[in-house]
Structure formats: structure tokens, C-alpha cells
């Protein structure tokens, strides 16, 4: 992941990326996510990660594309460190690995 940040196709931070064969699954609010680069961390990492179910990982993709800046990227850098380094939000409640994305149907 470090080396396509410097090759210029990921960026620090932004939505973590799928495999492309989900993308037919996205909900048209969720295909959105695809407008920016995918990112090493972002928002959904940094509110749950896998706690969270793949529509509230989206939704969080959606707000953090809807309101992009530089200061919420310096935020979310550093909120990143903190949640590593804690091991916070690695695991569910349930000891599971997140589920493969499966899809839904359109809102």
C-alpha cells in the first residue's frame, strides 16, 4: 500500500479499497466512494473499523467525500495513530472477522 501511495494511485488518507469485483454490489449512494483515490486510513477506520457494518464503512466514505479538506485529513491522520497504537476497533464485540461484502439492495 505504501508503494501505490507513491506511486500516486492511493493516497494517505481516504476510503480503504475493495476488491473491484464488489463494485457491482454498491448501492448507487455508495458508488461515490469510487470519485477519490482509496486511502491507507479514513473516517471508517477511525469510527469503528470492523465494529461497523458495511453500510455504516460507506455511509462514513460518503460523509468523508462529502466533506473533504485538509483539516480533516490532518485530524484523521493523527486519530489513526491513536487507534493502532490502542488496537481499538480491530475486532467485533464477537471475536469475527468482518464478513465479505456481500451487497444490498439500492436505497
Known amino acids: 500500500e505504501l508503494f501505490n501511495i507513491l506511486k500516486g494511485d492511493m493516497s494517505i488518507i481516504g476510503p480503504r479499497p475493495l476488491l473491484l469485483k464488489y463494485v457491482p454490489r454498491y448501492s448507487k449512494?455508495?458508488?461515490?466512494?469510487?470519485?477519490?483515490?482509496p486511502g491507507l486510513t479514513g473516517l471508517a477506520q477511525i469510527s469503528g473499523r470492523n465494529c461497523l457494518s458495511w453500510s455504516e464503512k460507506f455511509d462514513l466514505d460518503i460523509e468523508y467525500i462529502n466533506n473533504l479538506s485538509m483539516l480533516t485529513d490532518i485530524k484523521i491522520f493523527f486519530k489513526t495513530f491513536f487507534v493502532v497504537f490502542k488496537s481499538k476497533y480491530t475486532d467485533?464485540?464477537?471475536?469475527?472477522?468482518?464478513?465479505e461484502f456481500i451487497g444490498y439492495e439500492d436505497e
Open 29 to 37: 449512494k455508495h458508488l461515490k466512494r469510487l470519485n477519490v483515490k
Open 92 to 99: 467485533p464485540d464477537n471475536d469475527e472477522h468482518m464478513s
